[in-house]
Nanobody, 119 residues
Framework: QIRLVESGGGLAQAGGSLRLSCAAS????????MGWFRQAPGKGREYVAT????????YYEDSVKGRFTISRENAKNTVYLQMNNLRPEDTAIYYC????????????WGKGTQVTVSS
C-alpha cells in the first residue's frame, strides 16, 4: 500500500510561487510513476504533471509548461511540484497520486492541498 500526504498549499499572489510536497509511505514508491492533479471549483479533476519512477522523464499539461516543475527524491519518498508564475486560474485543490502495480492507472491518492492564487 502507498499512502500519500500533500502539503505546501496556501495563498499566493499572481506571479508568485509555491512548492507542494507529497510524502509517501510504502516500499514501492521508487517503482511508481507519480502525478499531480488538480480540481478547481465546479470542474472535474485535471491532469497537471507526471514523473517516471526514476525521475528521468517528466510530462506536463500545456497550461503549466514552463511554469511548473515536477520532481522526486526517492530516498525521501517525496515528490514535489514547484509552481512559479502562478495565475488565478491555477486555484484548485492539488492532489498527489501514485500509479498502481499494473502501471495503467493511478490507484493511490492523497487528500489534497488547497492552492489559492489571487489577482
Amino acid at each position: 500500500q502507498i499512502r500519500l500526504v500533500e502539503s505546501g498549499g496556501g495563498l499566493a499572489q499572481a506571479g508568485g510561487s509555491l512548492r507542494l510536497s507529497c510524502a509517501a509511505s510504502g516500499r514501492t514508491f521508487s517503482n511508481s510513476a507519480m502525478g499531480w492533479f488538480r480540481q478547481a471549483p465546479g470542474k472535474g479533476r485535471e491532469y497537471v504533471a507526471t514523473i517516471s519512477p526514476s525521475g528521468s522523464s517528466t510530462y506536463y499539461e500545456d497550461s503549466v509548461k514552463g511554469r511548473f516543475t515536477i520532481s522526486r527524491e526517492n530516498a525521501k519518498n517525496t515528490v514535489y511540484l514547484q509552481m512559479n508564475n502562478l495565475r488565478p486560474e491555477d486555484t484548485a485543490i492539488y492532489y498527489c497520486a501514485a500509479e498502481g502495480p499494473d502501471g495503467r492507472s493511478y490507484d493511490y491518492w492523497g487528500k489534497g492541498t488547497q492552492v489559492t492564487v489571487s489577482s
